[in-house]
Protein backbone atom coordinates (compact mmCIF):
# COMPACT_ATOMS: atom_id res chain seq x y z
CA UNK A 1 0.00 0.00 0.00
CA UNK A 2 1.37 3.04 -0.51
CA UNK A 3 2.53 5.65 2.61
CA UNK A 4 4.57 8.42 3.25
CA UNK A 5 8.14 7.34 3.36
CA UNK A 6 8.47 5.49 0.03
CA UNK A 7 11.90 3.76 -1.41
CA UNK A 8 11.88 4.82 -5.31
CA UNK A 9 11.77 2.45 -8.19
CA UNK A 10 15.65 2.55 -8.47
CA UNK A 11 16.37 1.69 -4.86
CA UNK A 12 14.34 -1.41 -4.96
CA UNK A 13 16.15 -2.25 -9.19
CA UNK A 14 19.17 -2.15 -7.16
CA UNK A 15 17.78 -4.85 -4.97
CA UNK A 16 16.58 -6.71 -7.86
CA UNK A 17 20.29 -6.55 -9.66
CA UNK A 18 21.68 -8.42 -6.82
CA UNK A 19 18.87 -10.77 -6.21
CA UNK A 20 18.41 -11.81 -10.10
CA UNK A 21 18.06 -15.13 -10.43
CA UNK A 22 19.86 -17.44 -12.63
CA UNK A 23 18.95 -17.45 -15.64
CA UNK A 24 16.15 -15.13 -14.82
CA UNK A 25 14.10 -13.61 -17.55
CA UNK A 26 12.75 -10.14 -16.93
CA UNK A 27 9.61 -8.12 -18.79
CA UNK A 28 9.28 -4.67 -17.51
CA UNK A 29 6.12 -2.14 -18.09
CA UNK A 30 6.23 0.83 -20.33
CA UNK A 31 7.85 3.70 -19.31
CA UNK A 32 10.47 4.10 -16.51
CA UNK A 33 9.86 0.49 -15.97
CA UNK A 34 11.56 -0.43 -18.72
CA UNK A 35 14.18 2.80 -19.10
CA UNK A 36 15.31 2.89 -15.64
CA UNK A 37 15.61 -1.08 -15.87
CA UNK A 38 17.69 -0.78 -19.23
CA UNK A 39 20.23 1.71 -17.68
CA UNK A 40 20.79 -0.26 -14.55
CA UNK A 41 20.81 -4.04 -15.80
CA UNK A 42 20.61 -4.25 -19.61
CA UNK A 43 20.74 -7.96 -21.03
CA UNK A 44 19.49 -9.89 -23.51
CA UNK A 45 16.81 -11.41 -21.80
CA UNK A 46 15.43 -8.69 -20.88
CA UNK A 47 11.94 -7.64 -22.71
CA UNK A 48 11.19 -4.16 -22.60
CA UNK A 49 7.72 -2.64 -23.45
CA UNK A 50 7.26 0.36 -25.18
CA UNK A 51 3.50 0.84 -24.79
CA UNK A 52 0.81 -1.52 -24.76
CA UNK A 53 -0.41 -0.49 -21.02
CA UNK A 54 -1.79 -2.98 -19.07
CA UNK A 55 -0.25 -5.35 -21.10
CA UNK A 56 3.10 -7.01 -19.67
CA UNK A 57 1.69 -8.76 -16.81
CA UNK A 58 -0.27 -10.81 -19.05
CA UNK A 59 2.54 -11.42 -21.47
CA UNK A 60 4.82 -13.04 -18.93
CA UNK A 61 2.64 -15.17 -18.10
CA UNK A 62 2.72 -16.79 -21.35
CA UNK A 63 6.48 -16.39 -21.08
CA UNK A 64 6.42 -18.47 -17.72
CA UNK A 65 3.74 -21.26 -19.08
CA UNK A 66 6.26 -21.19 -22.37
CA UNK A 67 9.55 -21.39 -20.03
CA UNK A 68 8.55 -23.44 -17.04
CA UNK A 69 12.23 -23.94 -16.22
CA UNK A 70 12.98 -20.03 -16.45
CA UNK A 71 12.11 -17.75 -13.77
CA UNK A 72 9.89 -15.25 -15.25
CA UNK A 73 9.74 -11.45 -13.32
CA UNK A 74 7.76 -8.74 -14.38
CA UNK A 75 7.61 -5.09 -13.59
CA UNK A 76 4.46 -3.84 -13.29
CA UNK A 77 2.65 -0.49 -12.58
CA UNK A 78 -0.36 0.22 -10.05
CA UNK A 79 -2.18 2.28 -12.88
CA UNK A 80 -1.54 -0.59 -15.40
CA UNK A 81 -2.55 -3.63 -13.12
CA UNK A 82 -6.06 -1.75 -12.84
CA UNK A 83 -6.19 -1.68 -16.47
CA UNK A 84 -6.56 -5.52 -16.79
CA UNK A 85 -7.17 -6.22 -13.20
CA UNK A 86 -8.23 -9.68 -14.95
CA UNK A 87 -5.08 -11.03 -15.89
CA UNK A 88 -4.48 -11.37 -12.18
CA UNK A 89 -7.25 -13.97 -11.85
CA UNK A 90 -5.69 -15.90 -14.92
CA UNK A 91 -2.55 -15.90 -13.07
CA UNK A 92 -4.34 -17.36 -9.91
CA UNK A 93 -5.88 -19.56 -11.99
CA UNK A 94 -3.00 -20.96 -13.79
CA UNK A 95 -0.48 -20.44 -10.80
CA UNK A 96 2.84 -20.68 -12.42
CA UNK A 97 5.54 -21.42 -9.79
CA UNK A 98 8.30 -19.18 -11.93
CA UNK A 99 6.55 -16.36 -12.46
CA UNK A 100 7.57 -14.10 -9.94
CA UNK A 101 5.51 -10.38 -10.43
CA UNK A 102 6.54 -6.91 -8.93
CA UNK A 103 4.03 -4.66 -8.97
CA UNK A 104 5.22 -0.83 -8.35
CA UNK A 105 2.93 1.18 -6.21
CA UNK A 106 3.40 4.56 -6.39
CA UNK A 107 -0.23 6.10 -7.07
CA UNK A 108 -0.27 8.00 -10.25
CA UNK A 109 -0.01 7.30 -13.74
CA UNK A 110 4.03 7.66 -13.94
CA UNK A 111 4.58 7.25 -17.19
CA UNK A 112 1.93 9.51 -18.57
CA UNK A 113 3.43 12.46 -16.52
CA UNK A 114 1.77 11.46 -13.17
CA UNK A 115 -1.97 11.35 -13.11
CA UNK A 116 -3.80 10.55 -10.09
CA UNK A 117 -4.98 7.17 -9.92
CA UNK A 118 -9.08 6.41 -9.62
CA UNK A 119 -7.91 4.62 -6.50
CA UNK A 120 -4.50 5.16 -5.22
CA UNK A 121 -4.95 3.55 -1.95
CA UNK A 122 -6.30 -0.35 -3.06
CA UNK A 123 -4.01 -3.00 -0.75
CA UNK A 124 -3.04 -4.28 -3.94
CA UNK A 125 -1.76 -7.61 -2.53
CA UNK A 126 -5.20 -7.85 -0.84
CA UNK A 127 -6.55 -7.73 -4.15
CA UNK A 128 -4.12 -10.31 -5.61
CA UNK A 129 -5.09 -12.70 -3.16
CA UNK A 130 -8.42 -12.50 -3.68
CA UNK A 131 -7.87 -13.28 -7.48
CA UNK A 132 -6.43 -16.14 -6.54
CA UNK A 133 -2.88 -15.49 -6.08
CA UNK A 134 -1.80 -16.87 -2.13
CA UNK A 135 1.56 -15.62 -2.50
CA UNK A 136 0.98 -12.17 -2.38
CA UNK A 137 2.16 -8.79 0.09
CA UNK A 138 3.08 -5.68 0.19
CA UNK A 139 6.67 -4.29 0.63
CA UNK A 140 8.11 -0.91 2.08
CA UNK A 141 11.25 -1.70 1.98
CA UNK A 142 14.20 -2.66 -0.02
CA UNK A 143 15.73 -4.92 2.52
CA UNK A 144 12.31 -6.92 3.18
CA UNK A 145 12.24 -6.27 -0.62
CA UNK A 146 15.69 -8.27 -0.66
CA UNK A 147 14.28 -10.48 1.98
CA UNK A 148 11.23 -11.64 0.19
CA UNK A 149 12.98 -11.95 -3.35
CA UNK A 150 15.06 -15.12 -0.87
CA UNK A 151 11.86 -16.92 -0.06
CA UNK A 152 10.88 -19.57 -2.33
CA UNK A 153 8.11 -20.96 0.08
CA UNK A 154 4.87 -21.77 -1.86
CA UNK A 155 3.30 -22.54 -4.42
CA UNK A 156 2.04 -20.84 -7.33
CA UNK A 157 2.99 -17.03 -9.05
CA UNK A 158 4.48 -14.51 -6.13
CA UNK A 159 3.34 -11.18 -6.04
CA UNK A 160 4.82 -8.26 -4.30
CA UNK A 161 3.53 -4.89 -4.15
CA UNK A 162 6.06 -2.59 -4.10
CA UNK A 163 5.55 0.56 -2.57
CA UNK A 164 7.42 3.57 -4.28
CA UNK A 165 7.58 7.43 -4.58
CA UNK A 166 6.58 8.34 -8.43
CA UNK A 167 9.17 8.65 -10.70
CA UNK A 168 7.81 11.09 -13.62
CA UNK A 169 10.98 12.24 -14.96
CA UNK A 170 11.78 10.00 -18.14
CA UNK A 171 15.13 8.14 -17.92
CA UNK A 172 16.88 8.25 -20.94
CA UNK A 173 17.87 4.49 -21.93
CA UNK A 174 20.97 3.59 -22.85
CA UNK A 175 20.34 1.38 -25.84
CA UNK A 176 18.18 1.45 -28.67
CA UNK A 177 14.41 0.56 -27.64
CA UNK A 178 13.45 -1.32 -31.18
CA UNK A 179 10.66 -3.53 -30.35
CA UNK A 180 11.32 -5.93 -33.21
CA UNK A 181 14.75 -6.12 -32.29
CA UNK A 182 14.12 -6.42 -27.97
CA UNK A 183 12.30 -9.54 -29.66
CA UNK A 184 14.51 -10.94 -31.67
CA UNK A 185 17.62 -10.94 -29.21
CA UNK A 186 15.19 -11.83 -26.48
CA UNK A 187 14.48 -15.02 -28.28
CA UNK A 188 18.09 -15.57 -29.58
CA UNK A 189 19.16 -15.49 -26.30
CA UNK A 190 16.28 -18.36 -25.06
CA UNK A 191 17.17 -20.18 -27.81
CA UNK A 192 13.54 -20.04 -29.12
CA UNK A 193 12.96 -22.16 -31.98
CA UNK A 194 12.73 -20.90 -35.31
CA UNK A 195 10.27 -20.69 -38.09
CA UNK A 196 11.13 -22.29 -41.24
CA UNK A 197 9.45 -20.53 -43.94
CA UNK A 198 7.19 -23.09 -46.49
CA UNK A 199 9.30 -22.55 -49.88
CA UNK A 200 12.59 -24.44 -47.45
CA UNK A 201 10.21 -27.33 -46.60
CA UNK A 202 9.58 -25.90 -43.82
CA UNK A 203 5.81 -24.62 -42.54
CA UNK A 204 7.12 -25.76 -38.72
CA UNK A 205 9.02 -23.96 -35.30
CA UNK A 206 12.37 -25.50 -35.54
CA UNK A 207 15.57 -25.71 -33.04
CA UNK A 208 17.83 -22.86 -34.12
CA UNK B 1 -10.99 -15.66 -48.97
CA UNK B 2 -8.23 -18.70 -47.94
CA UNK B 3 -7.65 -20.39 -51.37
CA UNK B 4 -7.67 -24.39 -50.13
CA UNK B 5 -7.40 -27.33 -52.43
CA UNK B 6 -10.14 -29.94 -53.84
CA UNK B 7 -13.54 -29.18 -52.88
CA UNK B 8 -15.60 -31.74 -50.52
CA UNK B 9 -17.70 -32.48 -47.91
CA UNK B 10 -15.32 -32.13 -44.19
CA UNK B 11 -16.59 -34.90 -42.20
CA UNK B 12 -16.62 -32.69 -39.48
CA UNK B 13 -14.55 -29.15 -39.54
CA UNK B 14 -13.92 -28.53 -35.76
CA UNK B 15 -12.60 -31.81 -35.88
CA UNK B 16 -10.31 -30.63 -39.43
CA UNK B 17 -9.09 -27.40 -37.35
CA UNK B 18 -7.87 -29.11 -34.22
CA UNK B 19 -5.66 -32.03 -35.96
CA UNK B 20 -4.42 -29.11 -38.28
CA UNK B 21 -3.53 -27.33 -35.29
CA UNK B 22 -1.71 -30.61 -33.80
CA UNK B 23 -0.08 -31.39 -37.09
CA UNK B 24 1.70 -27.64 -37.14
CA UNK B 25 2.75 -28.12 -33.79
CA UNK B 26 0.79 -25.38 -31.71
CA UNK B 27 1.43 -26.03 -28.47
CA UNK B 28 -0.71 -23.57 -27.08
CA UNK B 29 -4.33 -22.13 -27.55
CA UNK B 30 -5.24 -18.89 -25.39
CA UNK B 31 -8.92 -18.32 -25.43
CA UNK B 32 -12.03 -16.31 -24.28
CA UNK B 33 -15.43 -18.55 -25.24
CA UNK B 34 -18.92 -17.66 -27.28
CA UNK B 35 -20.96 -20.51 -27.41
CA UNK B 36 -19.83 -21.69 -30.70
CA UNK B 37 -16.52 -22.55 -29.29
CA UNK B 38 -17.28 -23.99 -26.07
CA UNK B 39 -16.74 -27.42 -27.27
CA UNK B 40 -14.07 -27.27 -29.12
CA UNK B 41 -11.97 -25.44 -26.13
CA UNK B 42 -12.77 -28.33 -23.78
CA UNK B 43 -11.58 -30.79 -26.73
CA UNK B 44 -8.19 -28.88 -26.92
CA UNK B 45 -8.39 -28.80 -22.93
CA UNK B 46 -7.44 -32.62 -23.21
CA UNK B 47 -4.99 -32.89 -25.80
CA UNK B 48 -2.21 -33.99 -24.33
CA UNK B 49 0.19 -32.16 -26.71
CA UNK B 50 -1.53 -29.05 -26.27
CA UNK B 51 -2.50 -26.33 -23.43
CA UNK B 52 -5.35 -24.59 -23.20
CA UNK B 53 -4.99 -21.14 -21.14
CA UNK B 54 -8.62 -19.48 -20.40
CA UNK B 55 -8.13 -15.55 -20.35
CA UNK B 56 -10.80 -13.22 -18.55
CA UNK B 57 -10.48 -10.58 -22.20
CA UNK B 58 -9.15 -10.92 -25.14
CA UNK B 59 -6.96 -8.15 -24.81
CA UNK B 60 -5.10 -9.98 -22.15
CA UNK B 61 -5.35 -13.14 -24.47
CA UNK B 62 -3.67 -11.47 -26.97
CA UNK B 63 -0.70 -10.42 -24.66
CA UNK B 64 -0.50 -13.82 -23.01
CA UNK B 65 -0.57 -15.29 -26.71
CA UNK B 66 2.56 -12.67 -27.30
CA UNK B 67 4.49 -14.36 -24.57
CA UNK B 68 4.01 -17.80 -24.89
CA UNK B 69 4.97 -17.11 -28.81
CA UNK B 70 8.15 -15.10 -27.61
CA UNK B 71 8.92 -18.29 -25.15
CA UNK B 72 8.49 -20.66 -28.43
CA UNK B 73 5.46 -22.13 -28.72
CA UNK B 74 3.47 -21.64 -31.45
CA UNK B 75 0.67 -19.80 -30.45
CA UNK B 76 -3.38 -20.04 -31.66
CA UNK B 77 -5.81 -18.19 -30.13
CA UNK B 78 -9.93 -18.76 -29.82
CA UNK B 79 -12.07 -15.93 -29.63
CA UNK B 80 -15.45 -14.33 -30.58
CA UNK B 81 -14.93 -11.25 -33.16
CA UNK B 82 -16.32 -8.96 -30.41
CA UNK B 83 -13.11 -9.98 -28.92
CA UNK B 84 -11.34 -8.63 -32.10
CA UNK B 85 -13.54 -5.15 -31.34
CA UNK B 86 -12.31 -4.73 -28.09
CA UNK B 87 -8.34 -5.97 -28.44
CA UNK B 88 -7.24 -2.95 -30.93
CA UNK B 89 -4.72 -1.04 -28.86
CA UNK B 90 -3.39 -4.60 -28.24
CA UNK B 91 -3.12 -5.56 -31.70
CA UNK B 92 -1.32 -2.12 -33.00
CA UNK B 93 0.57 -1.64 -29.87
CA UNK B 94 2.30 -5.19 -28.94
CA UNK B 95 1.30 -7.65 -31.35
CA UNK B 96 1.95 -5.92 -34.81
CA UNK B 97 4.95 -3.22 -33.04
CA UNK B 98 6.35 -6.13 -31.92
CA UNK B 99 5.57 -8.85 -34.99
CA UNK B 100 4.20 -11.34 -33.48
CA UNK B 101 2.72 -13.99 -35.67
CA UNK B 102 0.09 -15.64 -33.77
CA UNK B 103 -3.10 -17.42 -35.80
CA UNK B 104 -6.42 -16.00 -34.45
CA UNK B 105 -9.39 -18.11 -35.13
CA UNK B 106 -12.86 -15.95 -34.46
CA UNK B 107 -15.86 -17.03 -34.35
CA UNK B 108 -17.81 -14.62 -36.94
CA UNK B 109 -20.64 -13.47 -35.18
CA UNK B 110 -23.66 -11.21 -36.32
CA UNK B 111 -23.38 -12.15 -40.45
CA UNK B 112 -26.36 -13.13 -42.10
CA UNK B 113 -26.00 -16.88 -41.45
CA UNK B 114 -26.07 -16.43 -37.65
CA UNK B 115 -29.37 -16.51 -35.85
CA UNK B 116 -28.79 -14.63 -33.09
CA UNK B 117 -30.43 -11.19 -33.81
CA UNK B 118 -27.98 -9.12 -30.89
CA UNK B 119 -24.66 -10.36 -32.87
CA UNK B 120 -25.51 -8.22 -35.80
CA UNK B 121 -23.92 -4.59 -34.81
CA UNK B 122 -20.22 -6.13 -34.51
CA UNK B 123 -20.85 -8.24 -37.93
CA UNK B 124 -21.30 -5.27 -39.43
CA UNK B 125 -18.65 -3.27 -38.10
CA UNK B 126 -15.73 -6.40 -37.94
CA UNK B 127 -14.27 -6.20 -41.63
CA UNK B 128 -14.37 -2.46 -41.69
CA UNK B 129 -12.27 -2.22 -38.37
CA UNK B 130 -10.19 -5.08 -39.38
CA UNK B 131 -9.03 -3.31 -42.77
CA UNK B 132 -8.74 -0.17 -40.33
CA UNK B 133 -6.65 -1.71 -37.81
CA UNK B 134 -4.46 -3.16 -40.97
CA UNK B 135 -5.31 -6.59 -39.71
CA UNK B 136 -4.76 -9.43 -41.77
CA UNK B 137 -7.35 -11.47 -42.23
CA UNK B 138 -9.60 -13.75 -44.26
CA UNK B 139 -13.15 -14.94 -44.27
CA UNK B 140 -13.56 -18.85 -44.17
CA UNK B 141 -14.83 -20.65 -47.21
CA UNK B 142 -17.34 -22.88 -46.36
CA UNK B 143 -17.14 -25.31 -49.80
CA UNK B 144 -13.50 -26.19 -49.39
CA UNK B 145 -12.47 -27.95 -46.52
CA UNK B 146 -11.18 -26.02 -43.58
CA UNK B 147 -8.09 -27.88 -42.53
CA UNK B 148 -5.43 -26.18 -45.14
CA UNK B 149 -7.15 -22.52 -44.85
CA UNK B 150 -6.52 -22.82 -41.01
CA UNK B 151 -2.51 -23.85 -42.42
CA UNK B 152 -2.61 -21.15 -44.66
CA UNK B 153 -3.81 -18.69 -42.38
CA UNK B 154 -0.93 -19.96 -39.56
CA UNK B 155 1.77 -20.23 -42.57
CA UNK B 156 0.75 -16.39 -43.18
CA UNK B 157 1.00 -15.10 -39.89
CA UNK B 158 4.54 -16.57 -39.79
CA UNK B 159 5.79 -15.90 -42.93
CA UNK B 160 5.01 -12.21 -42.83
CA UNK B 161 5.44 -11.69 -39.00
CA UNK B 162 2.17 -10.64 -37.77
CA UNK B 163 -1.04 -11.50 -36.26
CA UNK B 164 -3.31 -13.22 -38.48
CA UNK B 165 -7.52 -13.43 -38.05
CA UNK B 166 -9.57 -16.31 -39.61
CA UNK B 167 -13.45 -15.30 -39.55
CA UNK B 168 -15.09 -18.81 -39.16
CA UNK B 169 -18.87 -20.21 -39.55
CA UNK B 170 -20.89 -21.99 -36.96
CA UNK B 171 -20.50 -25.17 -38.74
CA UNK B 172 -16.21 -24.28 -38.95
CA UNK B 173 -16.17 -24.48 -35.33
CA UNK B 174 -19.23 -25.03 -33.23
CA UNK B 175 -18.05 -28.81 -32.16
Known amino acids: MVNAARPSRADYYEVLVDTLPEHALVVTSLGNASYLWAAMHHRPENFYFEDAMGLALPLALGLAIAQPRRPVIVVEGDGAVLMHMGALVTVGAVAPGNLTVLLIQNGVHAASGGQPLTNANLDLAELARSAGIPRARNVATPEAFASAMGDHEGAGANVLVLSAKPDTEVVRPPIAFDPVLTKHRFMSAIGAPRYVPTMFGGGRLQPD | ?175
Not at chain 2, 73 to 89: C, D
Not at chain 2, 109 to 116: A, F, L, N, Q
Open chain 2, 1 to 175: MVASGKQSADPHRPSEILETLKRLGFGVAIAVPDSWLGEILVRIEHEPTMRLVRATHEEEALAIACGTRLGGLRTAMFVQNAGLLSMGAGVVSLAQRYQFPILMLVSYRGTVEDPVFYHTPKGRVTEPVLRGLGLAYARSDRTRPIGPQVERAATYAEEASCPFALLLSQEDVQW
